[in-house]
């Protein structure tokens, strides 16, 4: 079975720090996917990758970047965290648009 | 622009009924759809992917049905247990990304 593993459960950080979550896939996929998710909102796109060094937008980007330097590994970076940006972060993978999405555990950001 | 809609919000049975969960999607142009398991605090656990092209996906005591002419889809789980609790979500891929595109979830507790 594919695993997507988040190396963080629960963080909690400081306003203004700079906090990167950490995803890591063991199948080879192609894609990979950062979503925030809250109360009423649902989950929420806010990067993904096709590719080594390539990055797209999601729906929310604004106050977050990534970086995917191996095709294993996809990085979100909060570059100054805010309290609006405490969440659960879930990390996905896919290895084409045929085929399903494999998530992570999630990672419990708070930002204090 | 793809919108994924679940219906009940939340749905409380007793043990050994079999129950239906639905979603509506809003574009019929996809090419898949998936189903999802999610037990609080955790991640995403994927149940079931259903290709356009097939009418339904079945997993033990999990069917689910697509119908994208009327941009629907059904989750049916028979003979349900306590150990069935947990939010079920459905994903469709749609927006300006055509990246999944997530229902906000039908919370099932199943009473002993």
């Known amino acids: 079975d594919v695993k997507v593993t988040q190396s963080s459960r629960y963080l909690v950080k400081r306003t203004g720090e700079k906090v990167f979550l950490e995803c890591v896939q063991d199948?080879?996929?192609?894609?990979m996917f950062w979503y925030r998710q809250d109360p009423g909102l649902g989950l929420r796109l806010i990067y993904f990758?096709?590719?080594?060094?390539?990055?797209e937008k999601g729906d929310i980007p604004e106050g977050y970047s990534v970086s995917r330097e191996k095709k294993e590994r996809f990085s979100l970076i909060l570059e100054s965290a805010s309290t609006n940006q405490t969440s659960m972060y879930l990390c996905?993978?896919?290895?084409?648009?045929?085929?399903?999405?494999?998530f992570g555990s999630g990672t419990r950001l708070t930002v204090v | 622009k793809q919108e994924v809609t679940q219906i009940p919000a939340a749905l409380s049975v007793p043990e050994g009924e079999n129950l239906v969960l639905n979603c509506s999607f809003t574009d019929s142009a996809i090419y898949n759809l998936q189903w999802f398991r999610q037990d609080p605090g955790k991640g995403l656990t994927s149940l079931l992917l259903i290709q356009s092209s097939q009418r339904e996906q079945t997993s033990g005591r999990l069917n689910a049905s697509l119908d994208k002419s009327s941009g629907r889809s059904t989750l049916y789980i028979a003979a349900s247990q306590p150990g069935d609790s947990a939010t079920y979500l459905c994903a469709a891929p749609g927006g300006a990304t055509n990246k999944l595109i997530f229902g906000t979830g039908t919370l099932l507790a199943v009473q002993p």
């Open positions: 996905a993978s896919s290895t084409g648009q045929y085929y399903g999405y494999t």
């Open positions: 990758s096709y590719d080594v060094k390539m990055k």
């Open positions: 199948m080879d996929h192609e894609n």
